[in-house]
């Protein structure tokens, strides 16, 4: 309805997303990524531009939001900073901002499954982010038994292995 669904594909090996691209056709908007390689987008007919996650916040956060899922879990979590703002975006959309640096982090405070992250997480990975499981500082995995993810926070590890998350 709002025209942020995306096309995801990931590579994964040892349980880790190694190459994702991620497509909103709506927007014409694409972001890709690979460890070797890097992180990019394109918009439209416009030039490629590589992907650097922020490595710090300055003043206020910027916290992609989910637009269909609100919860008392995110008001929790977003009580530990004292200038925020949230964004509200769609699917995997949320972890793509971040890896281009528009957005800060991703606390993801609900259920999903390894195919809404798996493409976005390895663009991410490529621009110099990560996912970790929520209360650890482990990565997300990938290609496990259960493929729906537990709770986790994307962004800069500088940035989210100290953030506390919501109980």
């Known amino acids: 309805k709002n025209g942020e669904f995306t096309v ?7 349980q880790t997303p190694v190459f994702g691209v991620v497509y909103a056709p709506a927007i014409d908007q694409m972001f890709w990524g690979s460890l070797q390689y890097g992180a990019w987008k394109q918009a439209a007919n416009s030039l490629p531009e590589i992907l650097t996650v922020a490595a710090k916040i300055d003043g ?3 916290i992609a939001a989910s637009r ?4 008392d879990k995110m008001n929790n979590f977003i009580k530990q900073f004292p200038k925020y703002k949230l964004e509200p975006i769609g699917s995997s959309l949320k972890i793509c901002k971040v890896a281009d640096g528009t957005l800060h982090l991703y606390p993801r405070l609900g259920p999903t499954m390894e195919w809404d992250t798996a493409a976005a997480h390895a663009v991410l990975k490529s621009a110099g982010g990560e996912i ?6 482990s990565p997300l995995m990938y290609n496990k038994n259960d493929l729906l993810n537990p709770e986790f926070i994307a962004g800069n590890m500088k940035i989210i292995q100290n953030l506390k998350m919501a109980d």
């Open 132 to 137: 970790i499981q929520a209360g650890t500082n």
């Open 68 to 71: 269909s899922h609100p919860s």
């Open 60 to 62: 206020t956060a910027q």
């Open 8 to 14: 995801n594909i990931a590579l994964i090996e040892d």
